[in-house]
């Protein structure tokens, strides 16, 4: 038995004509509130007040910035209004990874220049014989 899969479940079903359920509801909202404002109100405070009205409602309709509703962007602006911001900035205290070297009292010399060289030739030897075998590997 096969089954039809269903395809394009993202696309929202047109309602009358060319527009789907919600732009049928804003354009109905927006000419009912519109009609509202002709029987209440006279003539230029319409036109004044309809006209912003009218076009606020033909932008939900058709126009889509970046692909997505423009319903979506006026939500997000008036989040980012209406939310609270309080931005503090405070410079952090750094945390230094170095270790403080506490100055020891002096102490007698131990070794007198000469061994002092011998001590330091022998060192440098050393670490120099570790290269090679290190190198050798």
């Not at 732009?23 to 109905?28: F, K, P, T, W």
């Not at 022998?122 to 120099?128: E, I, N, Q």
Request: charged share 25%; proline share 6%.
């Amino acid at each position: 038995m096969r089954f039809e899969v269903p395809q394009f479940i993202n696309v929202e079903d047109k309602l009358f004509g060319p527009f789907t359920f919600k732009q049928s509801i804003y354009l109905v909202g927006g000419g009912g509130l519109i009609f509202l404002i002709y029987r209440l109100l006279p003539t230029f405070v319409v036109v004044i007040l309809g006209l912003p009205i009218a076009a606020f409602t033909l932008a939900l309709v058709f126009i889509k910035p970046n692909g997505r509703p423009f319903i979506k962007m006026v939500e997000s602006y008036l989040i980012y209004a209406f939310s609270e911001r309080f931005y503090l900035w405070r410079r952090k205290e750094e945390k230094s990874n170095s270790v403080e070297i506490k100055e020891l009292p002096e102490t007698p010399q131990l070794f007198t220049d000469t061994q002092q060289r011998i001590h330091q030739q022998r060192v440098s030897d050393l670490a120099w014989s570790l290269d090679i075998l290190d190198s050798e590997e």
